[in-house]
């Protein structure tokens, strides 16, 4: 892989280089990747108006990608490299009068480079060497190929990038938006997202922090008490989180929060409220992960109508507070499953104060509580198909009080947002038995 040369008054024979930039400009540049021929001209445009309206020089690049590979599989003799040099300044003097022609560009700092390579990771190395503030990068121009081709190639790039990356559809309209919306799981990249998203705002510009919530396999009571614990929860982060962003020029930040799957519920309000705007945390996915499932960036980059911005997740880091991820269920139908994940339950959370209820699946519903008790122990015993509670009294640890429950047919536990456990639940062929831990120990 070829790279641009860090000097720009010293071009090599495999990079060509020019600028405008004042050597004594140190500001994290905004590193814009562009393909020589496309005439779309938004990614450029939204590029110089970053650029200007932050006061960073502008980094345009192009990445040629190596073709000796295919002329040698094809047969035909790889071009000499005075062929390539020339190639390489003709699209540098086109990027130029492309910038040239851009009326938000005229007063920052530009420069130009066509360099060699395989373009994703050509762009991020760049990025990355650069301490670039961010990369833009457009989705191609209208029409489904063009969707298809550069979409993808800015889903690699949002991949593998270490900077905040902003991806421009071909109809963006230029300057500050004046509506944004923030998908927030309440990580350190979310918190970063909505940071980066604050900037793109114009004057009293509106923020919306939205918090999507899977669906998950609950019923009766136990969904009951869960999504009232979920909705209390996610009231006290978003409370939090906006905290933590302590806006100015007069933006306004509201909250929402969403059921559903994550990326079509954004995509929607999006499109309802016409936003210019929907910034997400990257989450690092692996190869099978992403065959399998996608991830929400992606799917945004792939169908959204406005820009969209990706921020990675570095993890925590200094001046971020971190707030922790909602919490979750396990529920699992899975008998071989249940010794381990009973156990673990009984070992993380004995001397815990319960209640523990029971409910028949009789018509009647008639049902039983007992309130109080200390965790002891939970197992499960396969060969019986029977859960084991142990309890005891909360003054004295000698009187205990053990539950069977027969028929066991399938296991739930649930988390708060901490990661603590909440509940356990078994379901039976007669019914359900829950054991709620407290809150207060």
């Not at 405008?20 to 590029?47: M, W």
């Not at 996610?234 to 930040?253: K, V």
Request: hydrophobic share 45%.
């Amino acid at each position: 892989m070829t790279l641009a040369i860090s000097n720009p008054t010293m071009p090599s024979a495999t990079a060509a280089t020019s600028a405008s930039e004042t050597l004594g400009v140190r500001r994290e540049p905004v590193l814009v990747a562009l393909k020589a021929h496309d005439g779309c001209d938004a990614t450029l445009a939204i590029a110089q108006w970053l650029a200007g309206a932050q006061r960073r020089p502008l980094h345009a690049l192009t990445v040629v990608e190596p073709s000796e590979m295919a002329a040698v599989a094809a047969g035909v003799p790889a071009l000499p490299e005075r062929y390539r040099v020339e190639e390489r300044a003709a699209i540098a003097e086109l990027l130029e009068a492309r910038l040239a022609r851009t009326r938000w560009g005229r007063d920052t700092a530009q420069r130009v480079d066509v360099v060699e390579g395989p373009a994703a990771h050509t762009i991020t190395d760049v990025a990355r060497e650069r301490n670039a503030h961010a990369i833009v990068v457009g989705t191609g121009q209208h029409g489904p190929l063009g969707r298809l081709v550069y979409g993808e190639r800015a889903v690699q790039i949002a991949r593998l990038s270490e900077r905040p990356v902003v991806v421009v559809p071909p109809n963006a309209a230029v300057g500050p938006v004046s509506e944004a919306i923030v998908a927030v799981d309440f990580s350190p990249a979310s918190q970063r997202a909505a940071r980066f998203a604050t900037e793109l705002l114009a004057n009293e510009g509106r923020l919306t922090l939205v918090h999507v919530k899977s669906a998950v396999n609950l019923s009766e009571e136990s969904a009951g008490w869960w999504d009232d614990a979920y909705e209390r929860r996610a009231a006290d982060l978003f409370r939090r989180f906006a905290a933590s962003l302590r806006p100015e020029r007069g933006i306004t930040i509201a909250t929402q929060m969403l059921h559903g799957d994550v990326a079509p519920m954004l995509l929607t309000l999006a499109r309802e409220r016409r936003v210019g705007l929907i910034a997400c945390g990257g989450r690092r996915h692996s190869f099978i992960e992403r065959m399998l499932l996608g991830s929400v960036s992606t799917e945004l980059i792939r169908r959204a109508e406005c820009t969209v911005v990706v921020v990675p997740d570095h993890g925590n880091e200094e001046g971020v507070e971190v707030l922790p991820a909602m919490g979750g269920v396990v529920e699992s139908w899975d008998a071989n499953a249940w010794p381990g994940l009973i156990e673990r339950f009984g070992r993380r959370n004995g001397g815990r104060v319960t209640q523990l209820r029971f409910k028949t699946a009789s018509p009647q519903g008639a049902g039983s509580v007992e309130s109080g008790y200390r965790l002891v122990d939970a197992s499960f015993d396969r060969a019986a198909s029977r859960a084991e509670i142990v309890l005891r009294d909360a003054e004295s640890a000698s009187s205990q009080l053990s539950h069977r429950i027969a028929n066991v047919r399938a296991v739930m536990v649930s988390t708060d947002a901490t990661g603590r456990d909440t509940a356990l639940r078994l379901d039976t062929a007669s019914g359900r038995c829950t054991l709620v831990l407290s809150e207060d120990v």
